[in-house]
């Protein structure tokens, strides 16, 4: 079963920016699309961006799109999230998994622990 660990999160003003990361085990990776998804407390999980597997189409959620840039490396199983301009409304735990196919976005497989993103005001 392919584990993900998840890091890179933290504390930053509105405005900053942090850069994400997804290391993934198993040899299933580069022929997985992925997803990062984020929740907030008391909100449900969300999809925040997907790339496909070779990393050619990618896809935003319309709040972050122009500020947030997903990318993969598939020679290091490794999936990125670029965030700039963050802003408090950002704030969430930020999970990335496997997605079952580009166009609907679901995700499928485990979830790793997660990378908590703060933004302060």
């Known amino acids: 079963q392919v584990q993900l660990v998840e890091s890179g999160g933290g504390l930053v003003q509105a405005g900053g920016s942090l850069r994400l990361s997804c290391a993934a085990s198993g040899r299933t990776f580069s022929n997985s699309a992925m997803g990062w998804f984020r929740q907030a407390p008391g909100k449900e999980r969300d999809i925040v961006a997907a790339?496909?597997?070779?990393?050619?189409?990618?896809y935003y959620a319309d709040s972050v799109k122009g500020r947030f840039t997903i990318s993969r490396d598939n020679a290091k199983n490794t999936v990125y999230l670029q965030m700039n301009s963050l802003k408090p409304e950002d704030t969430a735990v930020y999970y990335c998994?496997?997605?079952?196919?580009?166009?609907?976005?679901?995700?499928?497989?485990?979830w790793g622990q997660g990378t908590q993103v703060t933004v302060s005001s």
């Open positions: 790339i496909t597997q070779s990393g050619v189409a990618t």
């Open positions: 998994t496997a997605i079952d196919n580009f166009k609907y976005r679901r995700p499928v497989g485990s």
